[in-house]
């Protein structure tokens, strides 16, 4: 199915938001996340003779999904790379022959459905941006500037009034979600999953995050035994990860937790007040609200066998 744009002002927004944030390999060596201010890079493991699509940051792949926007919007190869250039600080000659020949050359994996995935964690990202309070986009826009990111600071603070300016004016809590809404996302949603699966493995840790999108989903509808089933999928898969990182195992799990926690008192998930991070490749998760004693609790009382 087409990527289709919700509003007029999406394919510019989307593209600011993928272009002020860069997930960047700590070590140059091995399969180590790439870590960004949004968005946590989980890898499987290579087969001889493979290379890493993406090596020290996920630069080429941003770049790429970017001018696919601008393309798919309508306008020329040289208008979209000027975008995407500028946006970047980089508007030489030498800089846009650079940008128009990784787009071209790019072979990152599930390519075709790239732009799908980007836009699904814009999407979420906006219901975030809607309720963010001051201080929540303050301490956001701080830490960007801590990395020496003023510019994506300013971007994502301009990015984030603009859509709250949106909502406000059309009197919505989100811009997207309706009953059709929800039809069409649980479709795509496990059309995903399973092109995932196919191409990483049932156990990628993409899979475990298409699963949470696919519990949040049921979640909000309050179809809360289909949600507790992808809830625990995602759980199984990051529990067994080998490569996860350990600190992002256990905000990932102490996440589900929560949403499992409020799904069995048959309370909303984590979507009001809203989302404070942590961010991860391709879906957002509601920050961690919940102490080891009641993790632990989580823990004991899952069912066997799911």
């Given amino acids: 199915m087409p990527v289709r744009f919700a509003y007029p002002e999406e394919p510019d927004w989307l593209v600011d938001w993928i272009l002020c944030d860069l997930a960047v390999r700590q070590r140059s060596h091995g399969r180590k996340p790439m870590v960004g201010m949004w968005i946590n890079r989980q ?12 090596r020290g940051s996920d630069l080429s792949e941003r770049r790429y999904v970017a001018l696919a926007v601008l393309l798919m ?6 208008e979209a790379l000027y975008e995407v250039s500028r946006r970047l600080g980089k508007t030489t000659q030498k800089e846009l022959d ?3 020949t990784s787009f071209y050359g790019f072979q990152g994996p599930l390519k075709s459905t790239l ?5 699904g964690s814009f999407r979420n990202w906006t219901d975030w941006a809607i309720f963010a309070d001051r ?7 701080e830490m960007y500037r801590k990395k020496g990111h003023q ?3 300013d971007r994502f603070l301009k990015l984030v009034q603009a859509v709250q300016g949106k909502a406000f004016k059309e009197q919505k809590r989100s811009l997207y979600r309706d009953q059709n809404w929800y039809i069409e996302a649980e479709r795509e949603y496990s059309k ?4 995932t699966e196919n191409e990483l493995g ?5 899979v475990g995050l298409h699963a949470v999108n696919l519990a949040h989903l049921y979640h909000e509808q309050a179809r809360y035994r289909e949600a507790l089933r992808w809830y625990w999928h995602a759980w199984a898969i990051y529990l067994g990860d080998p490569i996860m990182a350990p600190g992002l195992r256990a905000v990932l799990l102490q996440a589900i937790a929560t949403d499992v926690g409020n799904c069995k008192r048959g309370k909303p998930a984590g979507r009001v007040s809203p989302y404070s991070g942590p961010w991860t490749a391709f879906g957002l998760l509601p920050a961690p609200g919940i102490s080891q004693q009641e993790l632990e609790e989580v823990v004991r009382t899952k069912p066997s066998g799911t």
């Fill in 192 to 195: 995903r999953l399973a092109l």
């Fill in 43 to 54: 890898f499987g493991k290579l087969r001889k003779g493979e290379r890493n699509y993406l």
């Fill in 202 to 206: 049932r156990n990628h840790s993409l």
């Fill in 151 to 153: 510019d994506y600071a």
């Fill in 73 to 78: 919007r309508g306008g020329s190869m040289s």
């Fill in 98 to 100: 650079v940008i128009r």
């Fill in 115 to 119: 732009l799908e995935h980007w836009l």
């Fill in 135 to 141: 201080g929540a986009v303050s301490s956001v826009a």
